[in-house]
């Protein structure tokens, strides 16, 4: 199982195209390493956009595997995060459409806004802007509290693409640019999709929970 594996990289200071060419170059050790670096951040990601501990272990070792078939044609001047991460990505969704059901996302993590795209210069919104202004922040230690589960309730109820914007953002603190890489569009989609992820959780939030004065 992905999180049953050592938690470091025993030589943290090669960079992930290092290691991956080394293990095109023969040293199965350095594969090793890339999925002990990646076996929490992108399988947490996984259980967020998958809703199962299981499937996220299913999907990250698909997405390891595909790693490994395409190891050779990965241009070694790119960064290989992002690129794990599209791997990822579109497994999950794969794997999402085989089992024809809707994921549930979990909301363990509190949303941040220190080098992510919710930084952005200052001024871009964050989903819970756009809530009650009376609400406390969701954290781990409102897991399971009624609350997150409202939040998590209107994420999951997002359309797929829009879903995974705001994962990328504010649970990865993905950059724009990085973003841009792991979906394959451009700069604008990216900004533009974020604010519509962020409007498509309000109203369904806004739904789902209207203030006392408007019931």
Not at 146 to 170: G, W
């Amino acid at each position: 199982m992905a999180d049953s594996l050592p938690r470091h990289d025993s030589k943290p200071s090669i960079t992930d195209e290092q290691l991956l060419d080394r293990y095109r170059a023969g040293d199965g050790a350095a594969f090793d390493a890339l999925v002990r670096r990646y076996q929490h951040e992108l399988f947490h990601f996984l259980i967020r956009f998958t809703g199962s501990r299981a499937a996220a272990d299913d999907v990250f070792q698909e997405a390891f595997l595909q790693v490994h078939l395409s190891a050779d044609t990965f241009d070694i001047d790119r960064r290989f995060k992002p690129w794990l991460f599209t791997i990822a990505s579109n497994k999950a969704r794969d794997y999402l459409r085989r089992q024809a059901r809707r994921p549930t996302t979990t909301l363990s993590a509190p949303v941040g806004n220190s080098g992510s795209v919710a930084s952005g210069g200052g001024d871009e919104p964050s989903f819970l802007d756009f809530m009650q202004a009376d609400l406390p922040m969701p954290d781990q230690a409102l897991e399971q509290s009624e609350l997150t589960a409202r939040v998590r309730q209107s994420i999951d109820a997002m359309p797929d693409h829009l879903r995974q914007i705001l994962l990328l953002s504010y649970f990865e603190k993905f950059s724009y640019q990085e973003i841009a890489e792991v979906l394959g569009v451009p700069l604008g989609t990216v900004k533009s999709r974020l604010h519509a992820a962020v409007a498509n959780f309000a109203e369904r939030w806004k739904l789902a929970n209207p203030s006392p004065e408007n019931s």
